[in-house]
């Protein structure tokens, strides 16, 4: 099972790396995975987006989660554009965002065997916000570091 885990940080991390890169021209360092315990977010505005296998048995969800800066300033360098706030170009870019690492990281885990179709992506906004996954299982948080401050992808599996 433990490689299984490694398996899909891997995924994970390849993808944002990939979206991030190529949608933003922003590179990222990946930091420590850890298991999450509660369900506060670490930041300001949260993409999530929840996932099914085909026969519906198992089920998870992902949630990109970024610091108003972090944010503002990844989605300004992907539209070409400088935010100073949170508004609905940058709240709808954050869901976009979230989808196209999710895909390409649900594209990863379906060549380890693990095969989810995805839902649609919604985002929430707010210090100290809350992110409800899928089950009460652990959710792995992978801390990630950006040019405009911290990203934290989570996924959890149920």
Do not use: W
């Given at each position: ?46 993409g ?17 989660t ?40 649900r ?26 996954h899928?089950?009460?299982?652990a ?16 996924i959890c599996?149920?």
């Amino acid at each position: 099972m433990e490689d299984k885990v490694k398996q899909v940080v891997k995924k994970v991390v390849d993808a944002v790396t990939n979206v991030l890169g190529t949608m933003a021209m922003v590179e990222v360092k990946v930091g420590k995975p850890y298991l999450k315990k509660e369900n506060s977010a670490h930041g300001d505005i949260s993409g999530i987006i929840g996932f099914s296998s085909p026969n519906g048995k198992n089920k998870g969800s992902m949630s990109v989660t970024f610091t108003e800066q972090s944010a503002l300033g990844v989605i300004g360098q992907m539209l070409g554009e400088e935010f100073t706030e949170l508004n609905k170009d940058v709240i709808d870019a954050v869901g976009e965002l979230t989808n196209m690492i999710s895909g390409q990281a649900r594209r990863g885990m379906d060549e380890i065997g693990m095969t989810f179709e995805a839902g649609i992506p919604s985002v929430v906004t707010g210090k100290n916000h809350s992110i409800s996954h899928v089950s009460n299982s652990a959710i792995l948080a992978i801390p990630f570091e950006s040019q405009f401050g911290p990203i934290i992808v989570e996924i959890c599996f149920a």
